[in-house]
């Protein structure tokens, strides 16, 4: 079979086959008496295997020596081209996502998209200045896109840094809240807590609601956080969480004072008094426990805390006894 039904039936142009010949990857079993070069049934089936061995992505070089070495083992390669294509893949992606954020921007010119990108860089830069700069300027310059603001207030380990970006998400709008909810159920506990403690700093009604249903979370770390968080926002929900982390000495000086906010509304003030004393006298309470719980009793008005205090004065744990005693007489002197 002559070239040009070769290619015609290949679908190999003319101008390869004759590539193939000059590397010695396809030499025409003859050539007619013109001097044509004439292809066999088994010179087509290997432009056929070498088609088949360059769709996955092999080099003419590779192709060669995979037909024509003896000891030639596949493994190696495969794993190698593997590797390869996820790398692509992986490449691919992350442009494709850098497109999508840059289109939701809704750039108005090429300086517009000449900014974001710069911006976009900045906050996968190595250097914490760098993303910190860029969190904050991304509020006052072309709007980073908030999915970008996300993924990096998620993956953020720099204290500073991260500061910033929670600032500039609670500045983005209604849809950062939706987004960072998803975080809240990642399977890293850090990315669970970077979710939950941006949320936090997000005023709307959509944010609150996400910290409602994170006090059933299954991470005790997020319902904590939710607790201060709600409790800074006036939500009697939360009350039940901050007395546990009374009781079990987590950031219980935040969580006393978030039930003492509480406890500025007169129909919450008898509610939490009630619920710290139930946990005093609940017998399998530490005595460190007992004084903490104590202690949080101080900021709580109403006869409910005064007749608690008064009954504590008399507690036969000393430390319990002098705290409710020392704070009678604060509350005495006010």
Same mark, same amino acid.
């Given at each position: 079979?002559?070239?040009?039904?070769?290619?015609?039936? &290949?679908?190999?142009?003319?101008?390869?086959?004759? =590539?193939?010949? *000059? +590397?010695?990857?396809?030499?025409?079993?003859?050539?007619?008496?013109?001097?044509?070069?004439?292809? &066999?049934?088994?010179?087509?089936?290997?432009?056929? =295997?070498?088609?088949?061995?360059?769709? +996955?992505?092999?080099?003419?070089?590779?192709?060669?020596?995979?037909?024509?070495?003896?000891?030639?083992?596949?493994?190696?390669?495969?794993?190698?081209? !593997?590797?390869?294509?996820?790398?692509?893949?992986?490449?691919?992606?992350?442009?494709?996502?850098?497109?999508?954020? !840059?289109?939701?921007?809704?750039?108005?010119?090429?300086?517009?998209?000449?900014?974001?990108?710069?911006?976009?860089?900045?906050?996968?830069?190595?250097? *914490?200045?760098?993303?910190?700069?860029?969190?904050?300027?991304?509020?006052?310059?072309?709007?980073?896109?908030?999915?970008?603001?996300?993924?990096?207030?998620?993956?953020?380990?720099?204290?500073?840094?991260?500061?910033?970006?929670?600032?500039?998400?609670?500045?983005?709008?209604?849809?950062?809240?939706?987004?960072?909810?998803?975080?809240?159920?990642?399977?890293?506990?850090?990315?669970?807590?970077?979710?939950?403690? &941006? !949320?936090?700093?997000?005023?709307?009604?959509?944010?609150?609601?996400?910290?409602?249903?994170?006090?059933?979370?299954?991470? !005790?770390?997020?319902?904590?956080? *939710?607790?201060?968080?709600?409790?800074?926002?006036?939500?009697?929900?939360?009350?039940?969480?901050?007395?546990?982390?009374?009781?079990?000495?987590?950031?219980? *000086?935040?969580?006393?004072?978030?039930?003492?906010?509480?406890?500025?509304?007169?129909?919450?003030?008898?509610?939490?008094?009630?619920? +710290?004393?139930?946990?005093?006298?609940?017998?399998?309470?530490?005595?460190?426990?007992?004084?903490?719980?104590?202690?949080?009793?101080?900021?709580?008005?109403?006869?409910?805390?005064?007749?608690?205090?008064?009954?504590?004065?008399?507690?036969?744990?000393?430390?319990?006894?002098?705290?409710?005693?020392?704070?009678?007489?604060?509350?005495?002197?006010?």
């Amino acid at each position: 079979m002559l070239i040009g039904d070769v290619a015609r039936r &290949s679908g190999v142009s003319a101008r390869m086959l004759r =590539h193939y010949d *000059a +590397l010695g990857l396809v030499r025409p079993t003859g050539r007619t008496d013109a001097g044509y070069r004439e292809y &066999s049934d088994e010179d087509i089936r290997r432009i056929f =295997h070498i088609e088949s061995l360059r769709s +996955l992505g092999l080099s003419l070089r590779e192709v060669g020596r995979a037909l024509d070495d003896p000891g030639f083992t596949p493994r190696d390669l495969v794993d190698d081209l !593997i590797r390869q294509t996820r790398e692509r893949i992986a490449h691919e992606t992350e442009l494709l996502t850098r497109l999508g954020r !840059i289109g939701a921007a809704e750039p108005a010119g090429w300086e517009d998209v000449l900014q974001i990108v710069v911006l976009l860089q900045a906050l996968g830069s190595k250097s *914490a200045g760098t993303r910190q700069r860029a969190a904050l300027s991304s509020v006052e310059e072309v709007p980073v896109p908030v999915e970008a603001l996300v993924e990096a207030a998620l993956s953020e380990t720099d204290p500073n840094v991260a500061g910033a970006l929670r600032w500039a998400l609670a500045q983005s709008g209604d849809d950062a809240s939706a987004l960072l909810a998803e975080g809240l159920r990642a399977p890293a506990a850090e990315v669970r807590k970077r979710a939950v403690q &941006s !949320i936090a700093e997000i005023p709307n009604d959509e944010a609150t609601a996400l910290l409602q249903d994170a006090l059933a979370n299954p991470d !005790i770390v997020v319902r904590r956080y *939710a607790a201060l968080a709600l409790g800074a926002r006036g939500a009697a929900d939360a009350v039940p969480t901050l007395i546990d982390m009374v009781v079990e000495d987590a950031n219980d *000086a935040d969580a006393a004072d978030a039930l003492g906010a509480l406890a500025g509304r007169p129909a919450l003030a008898d509610q939490i008094a009630t619920g +710290l004393v139930d946990r005093l006298a609940h017998g399998s309470v530490e005595p460190s426990a007992r004084r903490r719980l104590t202690q949080a009793l101080a900021d709580i008005p109403g006869t409910t805390a005064l007749r608690a205090l008064a009954d504590l004065s008399h507690d036969e744990d000393r430390a319990v006894a002098l705290t409710a005693t020392y704070i009678l007489g604060l509350r005495d002197a006010r």
